[in-house]
């Protein structure tokens, strides 16, 4: 709870500050939201380990291999890069690369995907 209040206190800061410099250095608005953003993530990068524990803890529960959990970690890393990516284009008044980014994470979540797609859906036909 702590760290969502520090981190929406940064952002509302640097959305503030980004309003003021914005008159006289727009280019400056974009660095500034991207620093913040990576401050942020950083901050927030100590969780990582409670869900890499939680990952091996599914693994092991589900008697699972790489194959089905790997694919769903790595998409969910691909929509956050793919989130932050898309907000900043779209900041810098960047629409076209901001919809090229969605676009693009959207194909390699999918192709990230494929692997358990395939598990399941060899598992469905071992059922048959």
Do not use: H
Not at 38 to 46: K, P, R, T, V
Not at 47 to 56: D, I, T
Not at 66 to 83: N, S, Y
Request: with cysteine; charged share 10%; hydrophobic share 60%.
């Amino acid at each position: 709870m702590e760290l969502i209040v520090k981190a929406a206190a940064a952002a509302l800061a640097a959305a503030a500050v980004g309003l003021i410099i914005k008159r006289s250095n727009p280019e400056l608005t974009l660095l500034l939201s991207a620093c913040t953003a990576a401050l942020i993530l950083l901050a927030s990068s100590g969780f990582l380990g409670g869900l890499k524990e939680l990952a091996a803890a599914v693994k092991t529960i589900a008697g699972s291999n790489e194959t089905l959990t790997g694919p769903v970690l790595k998409c969910v890393a691909i929509a956050i890069v793919t989130r932050l990516a898309c907000e900043l284009c779209k900041d810098a008044s960047q629409n076209a690369a901001a919809a090229a980014v969605e676009l693009a994470g959207t194909v390699c979540a999918l192709g990230t995907a494929l692997p358990l797609v395939m598990s399941m859906l060899q598992m469905i036909g071992r059922m048959i």
